[in-house]
């Protein structure tokens, strides 16, 4: 069992930065592959980006592609959503999502509660 907690999410203004961090309970955090998705009133979960547990290769939808960050710290049990310059279509929950195979659907075993991400124009 893995249990996520997002944290890092507020209200910025557009072109602004944040950074989204997700703490995992468990000692094998290093062998799963973490996702981040976010979902939009009245719209469907759509994957952001995903990170493999040890070589660290990296997936983004090309909304993000060149705007968003994802890394891991596997000594903190921890891995981050770096976004920058953000648009207000990048508001909506972000969630962090745990599983045994890297997806960019969400086909993971364990999700956060989600953190809300709200940009102004």
């Known amino acids: 069992q893995v249990q996520l907690v997002e944290s890092g999410g507020g209200l910025v203004q557009a072109g602004g930065s944040l950074r989204l961090s997700c703490a995992a309970s468990g000692r094998t955090f290093s062998s799963y592959a973490m996702g981040w998705f976010r979902q939009a009133p009245g719209k469907e979960r759509e994957f952001v980006a995903a990170i493999i547990g040890t070589a660290g290769n990296t997936y983004y939808a090309d909304s993000v592609k060149g705007r968003f960050t994802i890394s891991r710290d596997n000594a903190k049990n921890t891995v981050y959503l770096k976004m920058n310059s953000l648009q207000p279509e990048d508001s909506a929950v972000y969630y962090c999502?745990?599983?045994?195979?890297?997806?960019?659907?969400?086909?993971?075993?364990?999700w956060g509660q989600g953190t809300q991400v709200t940009v102004s124009s």
């Open positions: 999502a745990a599983g045994w195979v890297v997806a960019t659907t969400p086909a993971y075993d364990y």
